[in-house]
Nanobody, 126 residues
């Protein structure tokens, strides 16, 4: 079983909203970052949002700033990606990732994460 399990992917109209969820089933390191990446076939996986669960530091892909928010629940084993004003170019497979990270860091590069989910698809139709 994958160490993270994503849910919430769906097909929505442009301008609509989705909330993706990511449950961490393994890895109990005290200092961890959790992030969301997306990847289209034949393209590199790109970081969408990252959260340092200890410091609260966040980072976002420029094209999603103001539309997408990453957050976590109080138990810190589930994080959420609130996506508003969705655009067709947001259509992708979305992956959740987690790993240990430096204090105040919120990495956005895939090699910084060793724990991954299997992805949840998001389709935005115009």
């Amino acid at each position: 079983q994958a160490p993270l399990v994503e849910s919430g992917g769906d097909s929505v109209q442009a301008g609509g909203s989705l909330i993706l969820s990511c449950e961490l089933l393994q890895y109990t390191g005290r200092r961890k970052c959790m992030a969301w990446f997306r990847q289209a076939p034949g393209k590199e996986r790109e970081g969408v949002a990252s959260l340092n669960t200890r410091s609260g530091t966040t980072e976002y892909l420029d094209s999603v700033k103001g539309r997408i928010t990453i957050s976590q629940d109080s138990a810190k084993y589930t994080n959420y990606l609130q996506m508003n004003d969705l655009k067709p170019e947001d259509s992708d497979m979305y992956y959740c990732a987690a790993d240990w990270c430096q204090e105040d860091a919120a990495p956005m590069q895939a090699p910084d994460f060793g724990f991954w989910g299997q992805g949840t698809p998001v389709t935005v139709v115009s």
